[in-house]
């Protein structure tokens, strides 16, 4: 009997060589045009996906040539091969192929910004050591011919092995056709054999695997003695034998001495990248540009606030004024379709799943888009004009002092808008204990949902006296906004202290020039956050709102609809013509809110109450909350429902019967006490599936989205039980 | 080494944190003990490297450079363990 043979073949391998003929990574410094360039080449032949275990997006995109079909994958931008961030260590894995299942790229096309050669040209040294076919494309080089700056291209490829570099523009496509040929002829062609930079380094990488058999790359070993073993190069220490650690020490000691090693690395390699800049690049008389003007200025602390503030000013304006007709419209179109649902199919559990479940579930996933895109386009643009990285470095020192960074000003910012893309904006954040504490704090932002539950609450039971020269209603919502921005601040500053507590995180941040952002990959960015959205948010949205429709529908009490048949016909006998119709839209409200009472959701609320009535609530409201656990805004509707006033009612006539309403025993529901409390927690609260499904997806873990969850709804809580008692 | 590092920054007494807006100068000690500052050295903030300041943020820190055209941006606790010294003052 002949026994199967196994063959093992990666997965992706078998991808990568049916659909195309070579994987080409693409590697650069942050904002070297890298994206760009990868856009240019690919256009909208692109797919998304995620490296395993992290939250790094993994960007593949195909170049179709005429005779071949490369695939290129986009690497998260680095600045060398010792890695700071998730970002950076996913790049830098990719590339050395260190990470499982991952097959190691064809060749490598190394993007370098034509105005920032000094720190591009170190990343293609170490490129260089890896025995990989490589080519060079020179971004913005019409930007470093307008500084003045005039490079030697040949001269650039000699002092690079002969690696073949090529200047483009690829916000123009100028230059790009050779670059593509090449691109498609780089499998085959050879590696470069370039002679080391630092003899020293190679002579012990190559001592310290003398005795082994099979040998590694150099420039593997290289990085073992620069960043010392860890979990990435295991492998490579454990083929050193039993006493590998001390060989390692050995080594280190030998070529390093007391310094420390990327010390080293970073003298030895900068002084290099200086003798080739001296002989290739020469620089006439730059002119100062616009741009550097236009920098100077929005660095003065007095404009650079100013700045800040306009921008953020102008971001909100456009959420406000072009998103709410919008999201107006889809509300009404949503009611509209349900309206004829309803009509079409007549009464029924079928009726009301696909009006009141599936149309209104679908509507309140739409509904966000909207202003979902015009913030999303808006941080895009802040992030690719360069803005987002001068508005980091202007509030660093006052986002230090509650234990984040500058850089997380923008997402918080957002957050007032909504949280889903401020969250999703604290990629940018490097240090993922800040970045956490920054997504922990995002949510308590006063976000647009939250609005119209404020403005119900505040305008039917605050006075509208003035104090002082300020109006009563005014500061309410105002201290509502002060109370989101304290709680999420202090809640960063606690966790920082505590459950993040860890070393400071380096600063260094690059300060772009200001540019004019790319419309294409504007545009791809933003396509691929929407998409993203849809499929996390989206999908939770839906079927939270579809499981909150059953729980409110379900179940039917006969009793009842026989009860309002019978009331419909007495209405009948009674009345004629408009007297008619309001006496049988009453009798609707009154049978929707009875079914409510009986149905799995009035219960719940009912079996909660008991734990609500030290926050001063009855169990039409404690029903409320319930229901605007998946989505904040969803209280209103149920309100209406709850009081017999329809789910569409008009603020007026449901603050009217807010206010009537009673306690068994007769004393008011709403008092100024528990209003306050109300107001509390559901500034606190985080009652939204979407803000949940994004946290989830951007720390990579349940852990962080149950324990907000948590954390808020108590703080909410207590929050709401202390006014209700103190007031 | 360390010694002769500290006495550099010493006799100098010229830090990043210390220099002047638009005052040109060359880094010439770095005290790389720390690996905030070796990340710094890793972007190309290296002896012999040519650096001015050009702002500083709201509330004078962090404080922006400018690294061959490009800008860099450093908090003033680590600019201080750069030693600088005006350019062409000779090694």
Redesign the interface.
């Known amino acids: 009997m002949t026994k199967a043979k196994e063959i093992r073949v990666p997965l992706n391998q078998i991808a990568t060589s049916r659909r195309a003929d070579a994987s080409i990574a693409v590697v650069g410094n942050p904002n070297s045009g890298k994206s760009t360039l990868f856009n240019r080449l690919t256009g909208l032949r692109q797919r998304v996906g995620n490296y395993p275990g992290v939250t790094v997006e993994r960007h593949v995109g195909t170049l179709k040539l005429a005779d071949a079909s490369i695939e290129l994958v986009d690497l998260p931008g680095t600045?060398?091969l010792?890695a700071?961030s998730d970002e950076e260590r996913i790049a830098i894995d990719v590339i050395m192929a260190r990470l499982p299942g991952v097959a190691a790229p064809d060749g490598i096309l190394a993007v370098v910004d034509a105005?920032?050669?000094?720190?591009g040209l170190?990343l293609v040294q170490q490129l260089l050591e890896l025995e990989l076919p490589l080519v060079v494309a020179l971004t913005m080089s019409d930007a470093a011919e307008a500084?003045g700056v005039e490079i030697d291209v040949a001269r650039l490829s000699e002092w690079l092995a002969g690696t073949p570099v090529f200047p483009v523009v690829a916000t123009t496509g100028r230059g790009l056709e050779p670059l593509r040929a090449a691109l498609g002829k780089l499998k085959a062609q050879p590696a470069p054999v370039f002679a080391p930079v630092w003899p020293e380094l190679a002579a012990a990488a190559d001592d310290l695997f003398a005795e082994v058999e099979q040998k590694p790359r150099r420039a593997d070993i290289e990085r073992l003695l620069i960043d010392g073993p860890g979990a990435s190069n295991q492998a490579l220490l454990e083929a050193l034998g039993a006493d590998a650690g001390q060989k390692l020490r050995k080594a280190q000691d030998r070529v390093f001495?007391?310094?420390?090693p990327?010390?080293a690395?970073?003298?030895v390699r900068?002084?290099w990248?200086?003798k080739v800049?001296a002989d290739i690049q020469t620089e006439g008389r730059?002119l100062i540009s616009w741009k550097t003007r236009l920098?100077?200025f929005l660095?003065?602390?007095v404009p650079?606030?100013i700045g800040l503030f306009l921008v953020m000013a102008i971001v909100f304006q456009a959420v406000f004024a072009w998103a709410t007709p919008m999201m107006d419209l889809i509300d009404g179109t949503a009611a509209t379709l349900g309206g004829m649902v309803a009509n079409g199919l007549g009464d029924g559990a079928l009726s009301s799943l696909v009006a009141d479940g599936v149309i209104a579930g679908v509507g309140s996933v739409v509904i966000f888009l909207p202003q979902i895109i015009i913030l999303f386009l808006f941080i895009i643009l802040l992030e690719d004009s360069g803005y987002l990285a001068r508005a980091a470095?202007?509030?660093?020192?006052?986002m230090r002092s509650v234990g984040l960074s500058?850089q997380s000003i923008i997402p918080m910012i957002s957050s007032f808008a909504c949280a889903v893309p401020g969250i999703m904006a604290t990629r940018v954040i490097p240090n993922r204990r800040d970045r956490i504490a920054t997504i922990m704090a995002a949510p308590f932002m006063t976000c647009s949902a939250r609005l119209p539950v404020y403005a119900l609450l505040i305008a039917a039971f605050v006075p509208a006296e003035t104090v002082g020269f300020l109006n009563l209603q005014g500061l309410v919502l105002f201290g509502l906004y002060m109370f989101g921005i304290v709680m999420g601040i202090l809640t960063a500053f606690l966790m920082r202290q505590t459950a993040l507590r860890g070393p400071?995180p380096?600063?260094?941040?690059?300060?772009?020039?200001f540019r004019r952002p790319n419309l294409q990959t504007v545009f791809i960015q933003l396509l691929g956050r929407v998409k993203v959205f849809l499929r996390r948010a989206g999908t939770v949205i839906f079927t939270v709102a579809v499981i909150v429709w059953a729980l409110a529908y379900f179940p039917r009490s006969g009793e009842l609809e026989l009860q309002a048949a019978t009331e419909y016909a007495q209405a009948e006998s009674m009345y004629a013509g408009p007297a008619l119709e309001t006496a049988l839209a009453d009798i609707d409200n009154r049978a929707a809110a009875a079914q409510l009472e009986q149905s799995w959701l009035g219960r719940a609320g009912k079996f909660v109450a008991p734990a609500f009535v030290p926050l001063g609530w009855d169990w039409r409201v404690s029903a409320a909350v319930i229901a605007g656990f998946p989505a904040r805004e969803v209280v209103i509707a149920v309100l209406g429902t709850v009081y017999a006033v329809g789910d569409e009612a008009d603020e007026a006539t449901l603050s009217q019967r807010l206010k009537a309403s009673r306690h068994p025993d007769g004393s008011p529901v709403f008092t100024f006490p528990m209003v306050v409390g109300l107001l509390i927690f559901y500034a606190c609260c985080l009652q939204c599936a979407a803000t949940l499904a994004v946290i989830r997806r951007e720390t990579n873990s349940w852990r962080w989205p149950v324990f907000a969850w948590c954390y808020m709804t108590t703080i909410g809580y207590l929050g709401a039980m202390l006014a209700y008692q103190l007031l | 080494?360390?010694i002769i590092i500290i006495l550099i920054m010493d006799a100098n007494g010229k830090t990043l944190e210390t220099l002047k807006c638009g005052q040109r100068s060359v880094i010439r000690a770095?005290d790389?003990?720390c690996?905030?500052?070796?990340?710094?050295?890793?972007?190309?903030l290296?002896?012999?490297?040519e650096i001015e300041l050009?702002?500083?943020?709201?509330?004078?820190?962090?404080l922006?450079f400018r690294?061959?055209?490009?800008?860099?941006?450093?908090?003033r606790e680590?600019a201080r363990h750069f030693s600088v010294a005006p350019v062409g003052s000779g090694d």
Not at chain 1, 115 to 119: A, H
Not at chain 2, 54 to 62: E, F, H, K, L, R
């Open positions: 600045h060398a010792s700071h105005t920032n050669l000094y720190q170190y500084g001495g007391i310094d420390p990327l010390a690395e970073a003298r900068y002084q990248v200086r800049l730059s920098t100077g660095n003065r602390p650079g606030t470095y202007l509030m660093d020192r006052a500058g400071k380096p600063f260094a941040l690059m300060l772009p020039e | 080494m360390r770095v790389p003990s690996p905030q500052v070796q990340r710094l050295m890793t972007l190309g290296v002896e012999g490297a050009a702002s500083a943020a709201i509330g004078g820190d962090p922006e690294l061959f055209g490009r800008g860099i941006s450093l908090r680590q």
